[in-house]
């Protein structure tokens, strides 16, 4: 499913997904933390920083372990 929102936002299209998983959340060319409703963080990143997040995103296993 995560390949099809790229793919779709790749195309141009805009996602907006909420999610507490910080594995997801590194493949995100945007990342907005909420606590308690409030915006903690308002993060964009760089378009190597991205990269550097999805090669880390296919090396994470589920449990989190570097594979």
């Given at each position: 499913i995560l390949d099809v929102l790229d793919a779709l936002?790749?195309?141009g299209k805009t996602i907006i997904m909420v999610t507490h998983d910080e594995?997801?959340?590194a493949r995100?060319?945007?990342v907005v933390r909420l606590i308690d409703g409030r915006i903690v963080e308002?993060?964009?990143r760089r378009?190597?920083?991205?990269?550097?997040?999805r090669m880390q995103q296919r090396t994470v296993g589920v449990e989190g372990k570097h594979a």
């Open positions: 936002n790749t195309e594995n997801i959340a995100a060319h945007r308002n993060f964009v378009e190597n920083d991205w990269k550097q997040a």
